[in-house]
Structure formats: structure tokens, C-alpha cells
């Protein structure tokens, strides 16, 4: 027993030893985003075609063979992934399964894409990458979820060990990304993009309602304290996004509410989606019959793989409670440490004294030195209300002045909009 004990332990460090680079998030998380946000394109989506389809299915497998072997014998071992942890509700059979449901008709595909960069770096590893895919004349959508460490083109050396999609975001940039996303995901093109890092994702989880927005992400990152791998993992974080999907849809129908969340909601993640475009593929999928039913939103996981995938309630707050004890006993045990657990606002506060001090006289030096906070929107990371909305408020200012020193005014103005965007939507999750 404990030979066969040990030489499962030697098949999970090679695998920990390949897949070793930026061990972090998200989506949604991803991770996700987590308002049912989707869009139309301008022009018409294409038809997906059966043959390029099977296609591509056999070049995948064939490509990703020794992936997929090295992988199974750690997720199919009951004993080894949860031992005899029972939290979860039931078993996903389907969404690694080889066979692929072909669908007639238009896809709308929207790459939801957690990036790992921390506050105020701009590494932009892809850690969670997840594609809306909506079936625009069936109302139906598809989840389709790719575990950040599957080989892809990176362009990088083979020696190196770090061709994988997690990679490519980072060395090749967005296009490239996103080419080698839609080629693993057995899809003809992605539309549309949403990318949020950490900052951002805190701040929906916080708007969504959890009690503790940084635990609930440390859930969704977690691949060792809960047991399993990269693909239950994966396909935890395309759960979340389903089940967030499936209980906030129809407040994006309900009118005024609708439309504010829509548009605060746009303006707290990076996409090139607009609120036009959410709108007319809302009103699409209501006119196709979508009704948010359950049996409405399926999930695959690509490469496909045969596993068992454990559901879990993610919308059960007892439940996330259950799974955070979880993880914290794991790092504790095994000394791991969460990275995330900085002090935000002496940070930003640092940062934020800086840039003031130079508003006057160097504009193009504050705005250099804002952007990235700015973009992340690293102030949703701190947790006291009235700490983060002085943060907030003091870039602001900052942006607003140094814009209006570069004669550049409507810069200026859309930063203001942006900021009372969220403040409006922070103030609806308060109602």
C-alpha cells in the first residue's frame, strides 16, 4: 500500500514540477462575471462546421495525450483527491466527456479570462479562461472551460517547458491568446473578451454578496486545499460562473436596476464589450426562450477528459464557509501562505501621496504612476467601506486634475463616470 502510495505521490510531483509557473487565479474569476454579461457581435457569428469540429477534436487528443495520461491517475483516485469529504452535492459526468454536442446555428463566444497580475504589475499570466458560448437562435449557452496549463503555443523553446495557455497571455498578448483559446475550446473565433484581475473579481464577489470576498476567491483559485487538480479547479470556477448567471440573470431584465448594473458592471472589468452590444444579446436570448433554467447553461471542459467532476453549491454560504476551514487548515499544515493578505490601503495611500505631490507639475508622471492601480481597481481589495471609498475618491482627484492639465478633458470626465458608476452599484448592493 505504501508503495503504491509513494509512486502516486512521484506521478503528482512531475505533474507540480511541469505545471510549475504562477500558481494563482482566477476567474471568472474569472472568474466571472459573474453578471451574465454577453454581447452580439457587429457582424454575424459564424456557423459552427461539424467537420472542422472532429477535426480538431483528433489533433487535440493526439497533441495532448501524455497531458491527459499524466493527469487522470491523481483525479480518479477517490482516496487521494477528497479522501471522505462530503460537501459537495452531486458528480458532473459530462463535462469532460469525449463527445462533443454539436449544435446548428449562431454562437456568440465571449472569453472570460482571470489574469494573475498582482496590484500594480502588469504580468497578465491567464490563470482562469472560460468562453461564454451562446447559442443565440436556441437560447441555450455553453460554458467551455481550459485549465490554464494546457499546452499551447507560447512560442517559447520546447526545453523550456512553458508552452501552455497560461503562457501565451502573457509572452504573445490578447489576439494571440485568444486564437490558441478558441483552438483548444473547438470553437472557430472568440468575439468578445472579458479580463479581470484579483481587484476586480474581489469586487464582484463583494457586490454579489459574500460575507468575505477574498475567502470565496481563495476557494475558486484553490487547487491543493481542496483536493483534485487544474481541471476540477477549472471546473469549480465555470460552476461559480453558471450558478452566478443562473441567480442574477433576471436582474438584468428588471428595467432601471437592469440597466445600472449592466453599465457599473461594464465599467469594473477590461472588455471590448459595450452596453449596446449587452443589451441586444439580453434581448436575443429573452426572444429565443432562454429562462435562466438550469438545464439551459451546461459546462465542458477542453481538452476533454474523463473524470468525475464534484459539484458544489456555491451559492450556499454555509457551504463556502465549510470549504474555507478546509483550505485553512491545508496551509496551515502544510505552511502555505495566501498571498493575497497585504495591507492595500497603507499601499495605495503610499502610492496615492506620490502621485498628489507631483499633480501640479508633472500630470503625465501621476497618470504613469495611477494607471495600473487604476485599471485593476486595486481600492475593491480593501475591506473597510469608508478606507476604500477615500482611496477611490483620491484617484479620482488625481486623474481628473492631471488630465485637465494635459488639456485632455474628456479623459478626465470619463474617469469620473466610470468611479460613480461603481459607486452606484455599491450603493444598490447596500439596498
Not at 94 to 114: E, K, L, V
Not at 216 to 242: E, T
Not at 356 to 375: A, F, G, N
Not at 383 to 397: D, L, T, W
Request: hydrophobic residues 35%.
Amino acid at each position: 500500500m505504501d508503495k503504491k502510495f509513494s509512486k502516486k505521490k512521484k506521478i503528482k510531483n512531475r505533474i507540480l514540477i511541469h505545471f510549475l509557473l504562477f500558481i494563482i487565479l482566477l476567474f471568472a474569476s474569472g472568474l466571472s462575471i459573474y453578471f451574465g454579461i454577453f454581447s452580439v457581435p457587429n457582424s454575424s457569428p459564424s456557423i459552427d462546421n461539424s467537420k472542422s469540429i472532429d477535426s480538431t477534436i483528433k489533433a487535440t487528443r493526439s497533441k495532448d495525450t501524455n497531458f491527459i495520461k499524466a493527469v487522470l491517475p491523481d483525479s480518479t483516485d477517490e482516496s487521494i483527491t477528497f479522501s471522505n469529504y462530503k460537501d459537495y452535492l452531486a458528480y458532473d459526468k459530462q463535462a469532460g466527456n469525449n463527445s462533443y454536442a454539436r449544435f446548428t446555428g449562431r454562437r456568440i463566444n465571449i472569453a472570460i479570462t482571470g489574469l494573475d497580475s498582482r496590484i500594480g504589475t502588469t504580468s497578465n499570466h491567464a490563470d482562469a479562461n472560460h468562453i461564454l458560448s451562446i447559442l443565440i437562435d436556441s437560447g441555450k449557452i455553453e460554458i467551455i472551460s481550459v485549465p490554464r496549463d494546457t499546452p499551447a503555443n507560447a512560442g517559447l523553446d520546447d526545453s523550456t517547458g512553458l508552452n501552455k495557455l497560461t503562457v501565451v497571455r502573457a509572452v504573445r498578448g490578447r489576439e494571440a491568446y485568444l486564437n490558441e483559446l478558441a483552438r483548444i475550446a473547438m470553437i472557430d473565433k472568440i468575439h468578445y473578451y472579458i479580463e479581470v484581475t484579483f481587484s476586480q473579481v474581489i469586487g464582484i464577489l463583494d457586490f454579489l454578496g459574500y460575507k468575505n470576498a477574498k475567502s470565496v476567491l481563495q476557494v475558486l483559485r484553490s487547487r491543493k486545499g481542496l483536493g483534485g487538480d487544474d481541471y476540477q479547479r477549472c471546473y469549480n470556477q465555470a460552476q461559480f460562473i453558471r450558478q452566478t448567471i443562473l441567480n442574477n440573470y433576471s436582474k438584468i431584465n428588471n428595467g432601471i436596476l437592469g440597466n445600472l448594473m449592466l453599465r457599473a458592471g461594464l465599467a469594473l472589468i477590461n472588455t471590448n464589450l459595450t452596453y449596446n452590444d449587452a443589451q441586444s444579446i439580453i434581448s436575443k436570448l429573452n426572444l429565443s426562450g432562454f429562462t435562466n433554467s438550469p438545464n439551459e447553461i451546461t459546462i465542458k471542459i477542453r481538452p476533454p477528459i474523463p473524470i468525475k467532476f464534484k459539484v458544489y453549491d456555491f451559492t450556499n454560504q454555509e457551504l463556502i464557509e465549510k470549504l474555507i476551514k478546509k483550505i485553512e487548515n491545508f496551509n496551515i499544515i502544510h505552511n502555505e501562505k495566501d498571498s493575497i493578505k497585504i495591507d492595500v490601503f497603507s499601499l495605495l495611500n503610499n502610492v496615492l501621496s506620490v502621485a498628489e505631490r507631483d499633480t501640479m507639475t508633472k500630470p503625465k508622471s501621476v497618470i504613469s504612476k495611477l494607471k495600473t492601480y487604476y485599471e485593476q481597481k486595486a481600492w475593491l481589495q480593501i475591506e473597510n467601506e469608508n478606507q476604500r471609498e477615500q482611496i477611490r475618491s483620491r484617484f479620482e482627484n488625481c486623474l481628473v486634475s492631471a488630465y485637465r492639465k494635459l488639456n485632455q478633458p474628456l479623459k478626465g470626465k470619463e474617469v469620473k463616470e466610470q468611479i460613480n458608476l461603481e459607486r452606484e452599484l455599491f450603493k444598490l448592493k447596500n439596498k
